[in-house]
């Protein structure tokens, strides 16, 4: 559990998370308008990107270069984010059934 909160704390600074992901500043404060991705603030309100941050950034660029525009690459980033929740679901489900069934068993 530690490590998955950690690649959610924001550490980078716009221009570092830009620089790591091959982006422009302007296109991940765009992103961030059109609901794509939310990065951490300081108390100032400076953004901080994460390791999932970065993630989720190069997906959007991979998503891109396969043609689609940003509604659609929201669309695609919902429906991953859904499946991953719902995998997680099946998988915590199965080792409910798993435990009970080696007790009673």
């Known amino acids: 559990m530690g490590q998955a909160k950690d690649r ?3 550490v980078y600074a716009i221009s570092v998370a830009a620089e790591l992901v091959g982006m422009g500043q302007q296109n991940l ?7 794509l991705l939310e990065p951490g603030r300081t108390l100032g309100g400076t953004r901080q990107y ?13 998503l891109l270069e396969s ?4 509604a659609g690459i929201r669309m695609v980033l919902v ?8 995998e997680a679901e099946l998988r915590s489900g ?6 009970v069934r080696f007790r009673s068993g």
Not at 29 to 35: I, P, Q, T
Not at 50 to 62: F, K, M, Q, V
Not at 79 to 86: C, F, K, T, V, W
Request: positive net charge; proline residues 0%; hydrophobic residues 30%.
């Open 94 to 99: 199965n080792a409910r059934r798993d435990a």
């Open 67 to 70: 043609g689609l525009n940003l």
């Open 29 to 35: 404060r765009l992103y961030e308008r059109k609901g």
């Open 50 to 62: 994460s390791e999932d941050d970065l993630a989720t950034l190069r997906r959007i660029g991979e």
């Open 79 to 86: 429906l991953e984010a859904d499946n991953r929740r719902l």
């Open 8 to 10: 959610g704390r924001g």
